[in-house]
């Protein structure tokens, strides 16, 4: 059955590994017991967006947003990572809010609609995660960017549809599933990789704003 093994938090920023003057970054998370309030976007209030409460975002240019409002990577894909890198992975050691079990992640359609818990939360799946220097920084891992671009296992971002709680143990329900065949594993391979499946990612209603751009930029007028 799908549900959520452990549930992560930065509650206390860290000093960004990558950057050349002191920034937070909010990569370092650690799991918690306790129920999560998963916020719906709305007007920003005290700088807060959608996302988990007391989640800390760094850099909020390329990170957070409601796009990206929850990061989730399956414990499977961790327990792979451990055999190939040699090392343990804690959940919440690739920067993931939720790690996941029983759930297809990387096959997960851009629009899946997950239906987490019995507390109201309701996500919808809509970008795959893109790394970056921080993440390969914070793992001390040479040429990390590239072995995990070319794995093709990055975790899927979720918006928030309806707001509510999550807590390790809730179960996932796919409570929708889009008419296309649009994955987290296609737009990756599109954007990292292989630009002729630019194309496909047109069907896809629900991909990212950032992402829709992207393709809109890189198609030809009579294709976007």
Same mark, same amino acid.
């Given at each position: 059955m799908a549900r959520v093994l452990s549930v992560n938090l930065s509650a206390c920023a860290r000093t960004n590994p990558d950057? /050349?003057?002191?920034k937070p970054t909010g990569i370092?998370?650690?799991?918690? =017991?306790?129920?999560?309030l998963v916020r719906a976007?709305?007007?920003?209030?005290?700088?807060?967006?959608?996302?988990l409460v007391g989640d800390t975002i760094g850099n909020q240019k390329l990170h957070g947003g409601d796009d990206q409002a929850v990061y989730a990577y399956a414990r499977e894909d961790l327990d792979e990572w451990e055999g190939r890198l040699s090392r343990p992975l804690a959940n919440g050691m690739f920067g993931e809010n939720l790690t =996941? =079990?029983? @759930?297809d992640v990387t096959g %997960?359609? +851009?629009g899946d609609r997950w239906r987490v818990g019995t507390a109201g939360l309701l996500l919808e799946v809509s970008a795959p995660r893109t790394p970056c220097r921080?993440? %390969? /920084?914070? $793992? *001390?891992? *040479?040429?990390? +960017?590239?072995?995990f671009t070319e794995a093709g296992k990055p975790g899927a971002y979720l918006r928030v549809i309806s707001p509510g709680t999550v807590r390790?143990? &809730?179960? @996932? *329900? +796919?409570?929708?599933?889009? &008419?296309? &065949?649009?994955? @987290?594993n296609l737009v990756y391979r599109a954007k990292m990789s292989d630009p002729s499946l630019l194309p496909q990612l047109l069907?896809? *209603? %629900? $991909?990212s704003a950032e992402l829709k751009a992207y393709v809109s930029k890189r198609l030809p007028a009579d294709q976007g």
């Open positions: 950057a /050349k003057a002191p370092d998370k650690a799991s918690t =017991t306790q129920a999560v976007p709305g007007p920003m209030r005290e700088g807060l967006g959608s996302g =996941t =079990t029983g @759930i %997960a359609r +851009i921080t993440f %390969a /920084k914070f $793992l *001390d891992i *040479d040429g990390w +960017i590239k072995t390790a143990g &809730d179960m @996932i *329900d +796919i409570e929708h599933r889009p &008419d296309h &065949d649009v994955t @987290i069907a896809a *209603d %629900a $991909l």
